[in-house]
């Protein structure tokens, strides 16, 4: 499996509206960072995921992608409840899964 794999599965994943294969891609001791929020561990991750699903979020078009063998820094454009917004994060990989994230959204104008 390649770090591209893993994002492959990622979108698939929020694309499917699929909460366990998502959860499925993070690491154990995971933290994903956004400035509204910090989770940390699976439960908060969960919870963190539950809400955002639940607003149906859509990839519309991966602007600019770079993948190295433990990073994926990513730009894309998504409706997330129903609001265009441009994305920005970065995925940190260990052992195969996701170790950190960090992600912004700010809306399209």
Excluded: C
């Amino acid at each position: 499996m390649t770090t591209k794999d893993l994002f492959d599965r990622q979108l698939a994943a929020i694309a499917g509206q699929d909460l366990e294969a998502l959860l499925a891609q993070y690491h154990d001791d995971a933290t994903v960072i956004r400035f509204d929020r910090v989770a940390r561990g699976p439960a908060e991750i969960r919870e963190l995921f539950t809400a955002y699903l639940s607003a149906k979020p859509q990839v519309d078009e991966i602007v600019s992608l770079q993948v190295t063998d433990d990073v994926i820094f990513y730009n894309a454009v998504m409706t997330i409840g129903g609001n265009r917004v441009t994305t920005y994060g970065t995925l940190l990989i260990r052992d195969g899964r996701i170790w950190r994230q960090t992600a912004a959204a700010l809306p399209v104008t």
